[in-house]
């Protein structure tokens, strides 16, 4: 009995070993091939837009690349009125977004598709974590769509071409002196790059 045990809790750890190694690999490849992979912001980091109330706490917010929802929830417990939502593009961490929604019914809806899509002339504000290629394929939209007056908060990586309002550090993922940009839409557009 303690051997089949033994040989069980082997596989297992042999299976999830390979697993892993396969994901990785995978993320390095879209990485390689300049894909935001997922990775939560850094609870500091979102501490610190909490207590600096860098986001509204009424009207619509989206995460735009949203990963999970982390930061979604983290502002509905905190009392933000919402709606709150995220668009993320990969199916593993919006799948398990939407199940940790169900478990804890939130009213954080997490829709899986491109960012681009989302209804940025409702929002109040878009948080952003995400690197230059995403960003720049993102700045367009939100040029186009975003109500002056909408706030643009962009964890650890500027957008191309704004101009913030505001630059606050935290500790990121990136470094813990890790930049926060706040935006305001109209004021902050700035050249074409
Ligand atoms: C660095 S993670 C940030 C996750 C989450 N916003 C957070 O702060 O915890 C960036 C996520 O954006 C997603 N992503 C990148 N570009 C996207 C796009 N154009 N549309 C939807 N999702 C996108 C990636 O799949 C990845 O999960």
Redesign the pocket.
Known sequence: MDTLFLLLALFAAVVLTAAYAVHTFIQLIRLHRGA??????DRRLVKKILDEQLLPKQGMIL?????DG??LFALERFGYAGPLIG????IH?WASGILWARICGSNVRLVRG???HAPLEKASAV?L??LEE?LL??RQPLQASLAPGAIVVS?EFAVPGWNPIRILRAHGVTSREAPIYVYRAGESWGQEV
């Not at 935001?36 to 912001?41: A, G, N, Q």
């Not at 668009?87 to 990969?90: L, R, V």
């Open positions: 935001v992979p997922f990775v939560r912001s995460d735009l690349g949203c990963g982390t930061l668009y993320e593009h990969s961490p491109d960012a681009s948080y974590f995400l995403a394929h993102l964890a």
